[in-house]
Nanobody, 118 residues
């Protein structure tokens, strides 16, 4: 069984930094794109950043220049380095990946909370 487990969320002051991690485990043959999303209560889920297997990256306009996504293929792990955090970044962050094991599926982690105080 494949699962994604996030870690690294927490409380930080505005202007501070956090590093989120998302590790995939289980019977994994291949991991294609890995992404970070966020969702505030009552709002739609928003794609924050993504990284393709070949290394190409995508960032939402709201986080460009402040967030950096990276991955360690050997560890099946994706990271989100978040700098210059602002209160508007406060919400739950969710990892998502397309993973091939016995079948190919779109998996989601349980989420990690990021709170930025002003």
């Amino acid at each position: 069984q494949v699962q994604l487990v996030e870690s690294g969320g927490g409380l930080v002051q505005a202007g501070g930094s956090l590093r989120l991690s998302c590790a995939a485990s289980g019977s994994i043959v291949n991991i294609a794109a890995m992404r970070w999303h966020r969702q505030a209560p009552g709002k739609a889920r928003e794609l924050v950043a993504g990284i393709a297997r070949g290394g190409g990256t995508y960032y939402a306009d709201a986080v460009k220049g402040r967030f950096t996504i990276s991955r360690n293929k050997a560890k099946n792990t994706v990271y989100l380095e978040m700098n210059s955090l602002i209160p508007e970044d406060t919400t739950g962050y969710y990892c998502n990946a397309i993973i091939t094991g016995l079948t190919t599926n779109n998996y989601w982690g349980q989420g990690t909370q990021v709170t930025v105080s002003s």
